[in-house]
């Protein structure tokens, strides 16, 4: 008891006990109290390794000191001993015979005196032979024998037939768990949500970063205004919308927005796609969406941003191959949407470019209590846009972002910050300090048809005709009215399947077109062909994708746009079911087989016509299209002013 504290309680001695330190010798000092002092249980770690290497070593002693000694012996000596009488009991198996120096029922006595000559004498083995006299050998001296199934008794055979598969499985076990450790941190934290969580004010972006989307901003400044100010709206009983919903075509900008929200309000911001929540094992969606609340409403007021809603909020109609985990997940999100109170300062944002395939259960109000629509920038958004992203890039003087804005009509804001991007590459290729005008024209180009094929070789004839063909499409759109005015023909090959290609550049930006605009269309796709037949006297594979183009025109003219004469008015659907390999499988029509007919014969009725009408142009300029092709082959691009110079035509804007 000398060695006890003479003070403190029970339960304090037995713990200083196990104390690495003596307050009188200093650290590293263990204090020796029984026979086990030197475990320390805090140090104790189990193991399954322990199981594994006892079970080894019991192998390896029953083998060695338990059981008596095996000698091997040839199958002659075998046979001698057998009629000597030293072996009176033999064990048979397939692959081997084992000869005991006691009969079955000396064995109980062996075991127990195991210092007898007998136990001494040892097991004899050896390997069988086929003799079929060696049984009746065994009959007439009356040794006992028996057979056994194949077995191998070795130590070898027990390590490689239960401990091999045993060490097996415990390996593979370690190492799947150590694999979803460093996934996930484990088994228990697959339902933990995978949300980037971005800090109150670590979000730089705001409002002065976004632009061509001024009404999209002005739908979100009420819940920056809500998260900055949210007792100016409940005390007149005012309730901020629960969920916003950004949908919108693919790069428009609605993540960026979202951001654009978290930074001006400067609240705590989850960032996480709808595939985070869905995993292999049932459950783990639904519980990724609880997990995500609980955070949310600990870190209020904040922002909650979904982005690829649909992943998990495709509608739940019935259907073949419905997917239970999925659905899981979006009843666990409805129910969580129901359940915070808008008051607690927790916005769920989300965004979309596949409205139409989402639950309606997630659109109606109280959920997503409003849509903002998010679309593509017009041609005073494309201008601002190119501003922002061009604002830390030397631009040369000459370059005027008005101009690319109206030459790159359609493009989203992506694409815009994508053109800027590779107009400076380029720059610093050609060996420029500053980016200029020509450069954001060949990054359009780039964008537009592919990467220029300088070195394609393309022998002399089919170059005569990509430059006709070029040049019928560019005087049809010259002399064809409410046609977009061209820009620049080339026949420099461009992208996978271009050998040329006719640059349209629209005036203004334009959302409705009539039935001569579209006829006006098709009449500029003919024209390749019509100019190919008019000089060469027969046509090419050159015009398959502008055919393709000019038939689905009509075909929606007739279909959806209900401009034919017999079915006007009238929308004619066509659906295209699933299929099994492909995306799209037989179609499915909602109209007769005789409509189908007439569908047909109005399509190569109307495409004649327009053909006809074209050829019968381009006939009257026939030495026009000569004189451009010529000029054409010779510098293999033509501009605006080069062109309506070349044909006869007063400059743009005269």
Not at 149 to 165: A, F, N
Not at 515 to 533: T, W
Not at 564 to 570: Q, R, V, W
Not at 639 to 652: D, T, V
Request: proline share 5%; hydrophobic share 40%; aromatic share 8%.
């Amino acid at each position: 008891m000398a060695d006890l504290p003479e003070s403190g309680s029970n339960k304090n001695r037995q713990k200083k006990l196990w104390d690495n330190e003596d307050p009188k010798k200093g650290a590293g000092v263990h204090k020796k109290h029984g026979p086990f002092s030197f475990i320390n249980p805090r140090q104790f770690n189990f193991s399954i390794w322990y199981f594994v290497v006892a079970f080894f070593l019991l192998t390896v002693a029953n083998q060695y000191f338990v059981r008596p000694p095996e000698k091997s012996v040839d199958y002659s000596e075998f046979k001698s001993l057998v009629r000597s009488g030293k072996i009176k009991r033999v064990e048979m198996a397939e692959r081997s015979l084992k000869g005991y120096p006691y009969t079955k029922q000396q064995a109980p006595a062996v075991g127990k005196k195991a210092g007898t000559d007998s136990a001494r004498e040892g097991i004899y083995r050896t390997v069988p032979v086929a003799d079929p006299q060696f049984t009746r050998m065994m009959d007439s001296t009356g040794v006992e024998y028996y057979a056994v199934p194949q077995s191998d008794g070795s130590w070898m055979g027990i390590l490689v037939s239960w401990v091999l598969p045993f060490v097996i499985m415990i390996l593979v076990w370690n190492l799947i768990t150590r694999r979803m450790g460093k996934m996930g941190g484990g088994v228990m934290e697959f339902a933990q949500n995978k949300a980037r969580l971005v800090a109150e004010g670590d979000v730089k972006t705001t409002f002065a970063d976004v632009a061509g989307a001024d009404e999209a901003k002005e739908e979100l400044v009420e819940v920056v205004d809500f998260l900055k100010n949210p007792g100016k709206y409940t005390e007149i009983g005012g309730k901020i919308p629960k969920g916003v919903l950004l949908v919108g075509p693919p790069g428009t900008g609605k993540t960026l927005l979202a951001r654009a929200v978290a930074g001006e309000a400067k609240v705590p911001f989850f960032r996480m796609s709808g595939a985070d929540f869905v995993e292999m094992f049932v459950g783990v969606g639904a519980a990724r969406v609880r997990d995500l609340f609980r955070q949310a409403k600990e870190k209020a007021p904040c922002i909650i941003f979904i982005d690829e809603l649909d992943a998990i909020g495709k509608s739940r109609a019935p259907m073949a191959g419905g997917n239970d985990e999925r659905e899981q997940t979006l009843n666990m999100l409805l129910v969580e949407m129901d359940g915070f109170d808008s008051r607690t300062g927790v916005i769920l944002l989300a965004a979309t470019n596949r409205p139409e395939v989402l639950d309606a259960a997630l659109l109606r109000p109280g959920r997503f209590d409003r849509q903002v629509l998010v679309d593509k920038p017009d041609l005073k958004g494309r201008e601002a846009i190119l501003r922002i992203h061009s604002k830390d890039v030397h631009l040369d003087e000459s370059v005027d972002l008005a101009v690319i804005a109206r030459d790159t009509a359609g493009f989203a804001g992506a694409d815009l910050a994508n053109i800027v991007n590779e107009a400076a590459l380029l720059a610093v290729r050609a060996g420029r300090a500053k980016v200029s005008q020509p450069d954001f024209m060949e990054a359009i180009e780039k964008t537009i048809a592919g990467l220029q094929k300088k070195g394609k070789l393309i022998n002399p004839k089919e170059r005569r005709i990509v430059a006709h063909h070029e040049t019928g499409h560019a005087l049809t759109a010259l002399f064809t009215p409410g046609s977009d005015p061209v820009q620049k023909i080339s026949i420099i090959p461009r992208g996978f399947s271009a050998l040329g290609y006719t640059i349209q550049t629209p005036t203004e930006d334009r959302y409705l077109m009539t039935k001569d605009d579209l006829l006006g269309k098709i009449d500029v796709l003919l024209g390749g062909r019509a100019a190919e037949q008019i000089i060469f006297g027969e046509v090419s594979t050159g015009a398959a994708n502008d055919i393709d183009k000019a038939t689905d025109i009509v075909r929606r003219m007739l279909t959806d746009y209900g401009m034919s004469e017999k079915f006007g008015n009238m929308v004619l659907h066509s659906r295209k079911g699933p299929s099994f390999l492909g995306d799209t499988g037989p179609v499915s029509r909602e109209y007769a087989e005789s409509t189908q007919q007439y569908l047909d014969e109005q399509t190569a009725a109307i495409i004649g016509q327009r053909y006809r009408r074209v050829l019968a142009l381009l006939t009257e300029k026939k030495l026009i299209i000569g004189k451009i092709a010529g000029i054409l082959l010779e510098k293999e691009t033509i501009n605006e002013s080069e062109f309506r110079e070349m044909a006869g035509a007063p400059k743009a804007g005269a």
